[in-house]
């Protein structure tokens, strides 16, 4: 799903994804939209040299999908975000441990569940995925938001905003 944040950049220029852990697989991206002439990858997993490649990026992408190692310090991926804001680029940050500092988030999604239609007790063919989501931070205007994004895994995926389960509170009364 962050990837697919990054793909509408690609129609006019190369987007970089930063891997951290050595496992991202191109046809995501393709998966995403991302045709594979505008996709550069790069890996680095050391958390020392980690901030300074993704600046790096920053300074000549125009998006940038980034797998945040743990314990990057919280002032370097602050600078990031002022890198990103100067030059007008989009980064999304996906953190591999631990949370990401505060006032730096735009939007934080974070899944909540995972249905799969179409395959009953080990049989038949899987036809769709919805995903469930919590949105959090600026960009869902201050307020937590449930959506859910459902996918064929043919086709681009579809956001279903307010369908999403609520998450369980306590009752009141």
Same mark, same amino acid.
């Given at each position: 799903?962050?990837?697919? *944040?990054? +793909?509408? =950049?690609?129609?006019?220029?190369?987007?970089? $994804? &930063?891997?951290?852990? !050595?496992?991202?697989? #191109?046809?995501?991206?393709?998966?995403?939209?991302?045709?594979?002439?505008?996709?550069?990858?790069?890996?680095?997993?050391?958390?020392?040299?980690?901030?300074?490649?993704?600046?790096?990026?920053?300074?000549?992408?125009?998006?940038?999908?980034?797998?945040?190692?743990?314990?990057?310090?919280?002032?370097?991926?602050?600078? *990031?975000? +002022?890198? =990103?804001?100067?030059?007008?680029?989009?980064? $999304? &940050?996906?953190?591999? !441990?631990?949370?990401? #500092?505060?006032?730096?988030?735009?939007?934080?999604?974070?899944?909540?569940?995972?249905?799969?239609?179409?395959?009953?007790?080990?049989?038949?063919?899987?036809?769709?995925?919805?995903?469930?989501?919590?949105?959090?931070?600026?960009?869902?205007?201050?307020?937590?938001?449930?959506?859910?994004?459902?996918?064929?895994?043919?086709?681009?995926?579809?956001?279903?905003?307010?369908?999403?389960?609520?998450?369980?509170?306590?009752?009141?009364?």
């Amino acid at each position: 799903m962050g990837i697919s *944040l990054v +793909a509408a =950049a690609t129609t006019t220029e190369p987007i970089a $994804v &930063l891997d951290g852990r !050595g496992w991202f697989c #191109p046809s995501v991206a393709w998966e995403a939209g991302i045709t594979p002439e505008r996709l550069i990858v790069i890996r680095c997993s050391d958390r020392g040299l980690w901030p300074k490649v993704a600046a790096t990026l920053l300074e000549g992408f125009v998006a940038v999908y980034a797998e945040v190692p743990r314990y990057v310090p919280d002032q370097a991926l602050r600078r *990031l975000g +002022a890198i =990103a804001r100067s030059r007008r680029s989009g980064i $999304v &940050l996906r953190s591999m !441990g631990g949370d990401l #500092p505060a006032g730096l988030l735009h939007l934080r999604i974070e899944g909540v569940a995972v249905r799969w239609d179409g395959a009953d007790s080990g049989h038949g063919r899987l036809e769709r995925r919805a995903v469930s989501v919590r949105a959090s931070g600026k960009g869902a205007w201050g307020a937590e938001r449930y959506l859910e994004v459902i996918g064929d895994g043919a086709n681009a995926v579809h956001l279903v905003p307010g369908l999403a389960p609520a998450a369980a509170g306590r009752a009141v009364g």
